[in-house]
Structure formats: structure tokens, C-alpha cells
């Protein structure tokens, strides 16, 4: 028996093992990962070429989490939260630096305003709540960061109280999956759990006890009750639901992961956070 061919195999198997652990990996803020060659990290970039290929690729830092590199040492680049609902505000960063969302995906500009109580209030407290209120209002919508462009602290004469108004643009980490929102949620029983609303800054959460269904044929089935019907947007991975009373409202899918879904409406300036459970 010739012991060439095995051994030209086991040569060929650990040639194979050796090109695979000897590069680097990239994971990504989204939890995504793939392996590649790093070229360089950059200011703001990290430059790289998928294995054997020779076209140069680069990615914004803000987008990466960590890098292993192929000796075994890792980089970390960003600690930044995926953003799940109204319990995770304190977890979004505000910023007033451009860089720090290069790479990140916008979802929509968002403002905040807060009037001191008292003539008492100093600016500082007055300006944490607007803060905060900001963090609240992103939260809901699964933005990890809001990049400010706008913010004045005044004082308002007539009531000798102080104000802040803040306007920023509110960007989340990872992209919608319309596909997996649909395999999630179609044919699927939930029970809605809480609600939140956010309307002229002020947050207001309570408790709710329903049923909701979203059968395989696009209906949508309340309390046991038909309710009107439902699509998932191929675009942006929207929920729209068409009630039977003939309003149409489209909610962003902020989590659906854990037995959990989380949708938000925003409509003007008025934010409502629904938070379900997998029957």
C-alpha cells in the first residue's frame, strides 16, 4: 500500500488549516464577522483584502467592534450598544463630533427641549433633562448614538426660567433585515406587554394585556378578532399594518430576537414604543 497519497492529503489539510487561522478577523459593531488581511487602520478607516484577493476594501471604525489578529492579539475599537427600547436609553451615546458616526446608518433627525420647573433651575439641570429626554426619544427608535447639530440654552424672561432645545440625528448600528423580521413575526402569536409614548418630551409607560396574531396570509388578528391586515417592507423592513377601520400605520422594528419583539411609530413629534412577548 503507498503512503503517498495520504500523506500529500494531510500535507494539503494542514496547508488548508494553516491559510485559515493565519488571518485576521473582523467583527463588526452588528455582530457580523469575516475573516480578511489587514492592510492598515487608519484615522477614521481600516483597510483590508478578503482572502485571496488582491482589491484593497476599507470600513469606517465606528462599524467595528474588535479585530483578532492572526497572532492572537485583538483590538478593540468601539464599545458601542445595539439599542433595544425605551430600557436601554441610558446606553445611547450623544456626540458633537462628525467622526464619531462615520460608517453608522442615519434614521431621522430628533430634537429635545426642557424648561427649568422653577426660576431655581440652574442651566445645567435644565440641560441634563433635555438630555436625557433625547436618549429616551433615540432609544426608542434603536439608535445607539445621536449626533448633535443643534442646541441653545436661553433664558426665557417672562418666566424667568431657563430652556434648552436640542436637535440631532439619530443613527443605529446595524441595518433592518426584512427577510428575518418576516421569518420572526409571520404566523406567529405575540402578547403585547407594555407601551411607551413619548409626546412633547414628556414619557409616559404603562402596562398593556392583549393578543396580537399575524397569520401566514397577511392578516393581522386582535384579541382573537380579525383587525386588518399587515406587510413587511422589502425596502426598510417596515411593519404596516392596515386596520379595519381604515387607518394605516407603519411601525419601525427596533427587536425581534430572545422571544421579544419591539416596534415604534413616530408620527410629528409624538414617539409610541410597543414592546411584545412570544406566546
Given at each position: 500500500m503507498s503512503y503517498k497519497p495520504l500523506i500529500i492529503i494531510a500535507v494539503l489539510s494542514l496547508l488548508l488549516i494553516s491559510t485559515v487561522y493565519s488571518q485576521d478577523k473582523i467583527v463588526k459593531l452588528n455582530g457580523d464577522s469575516f475573516t480578511a488581511n489587514i492592510i492598515a487602520i487608519e484615522d477614521d478607516i481600516i483597510k483590508f483584502k478578503y482572502p485571496e484577493e488582491d482589491l484593497s476594501n476599507c470600513e469606517y471604525k465606528n462599524a467595528i467592534r474588535k479585530i483578532i489578529f492572526k497572532s492572537g492579539r485583538v483590538q478593540f475599537f468601539n464599545d458601542l450598544n445595539i439599542i433595544n427600547g425605551i430600557e436601554d436609553w441610558k446606553k445611547v451615546r450623544v456626540t458633537t463630533i462628525s467622526d464619531d458616526v462615520k460608517g453608522l446608518i442615519p434614521i431621522r433627525e430628533i430634537d429635545s427641549k426642557a424648561t427649568g420647573t422653577t426660576y431655581l433651575s440652574n442651566v445645567a439641570q435644565v440641560e441634563n433633562r433635555a438630555i436625557r429626554k433625547l436618549k429616551q426619544k433615540?432609544?426608542?427608535?434603536?439608535?445607539?448614538?445621536?449626533?448633535?447639530?443643534?442646541?441653545?440654552v436661553e433664558g426665557v424672561r417672562a418666566i424667568n426660567r431657563a430652556r434648552t432645545t436640542i436637535t440631532g440625528i439619530a443613527?443605529?448600528?446595524r441595518k433592518s433585515n426584512p427577510s428575518k423580521i418576516?421569518?420572526?413575526?409571520?404566523?406567529?402569536?405575540f402578547n403585547l406587554t407594555s407601551e411607551a409614548i413619548?409626546?412633547?418630551?414628556a414619557l409616559t409607560q404603562f402596562r398593556q394585556v392583549s393578543s396580537f396574531e399575524f397569520t401566514n396570509d397577511g392578516k393581522l388578528i386582535i384579541n382573537n378578532l380579525p383587525a386588518g391586515s399587515y406587510n413587511i417592507s422589502n425596502d426598510a423592513g417596515e411593519l404596516k399594518i392596515l386596520y379595519s377601520s381604515g387607518a394605516t400605520h407603519t411601525f419601525d422594528v427596533v427587536k425581534f430576537s430572545d422571544n421579544l419583539l419591539v416596534i415604534t411609530e413616530i408620527f410629528e413629534n409624538k414617539v409610541t414604543s410597543y414592546s411584545f412577548s412570544l406566546q
Open positions: 433615540a432609544a426608542m427608535m434603536g439608535s445607539s448614538v445621536v449626533y448633535i447639530t443643534y442646541q441653545t443613527y443605529k448600528i418576516r421569518d420572526f413575526i409571520v404566523g406567529k402569536k413619548l409626546d412633547n418630551n
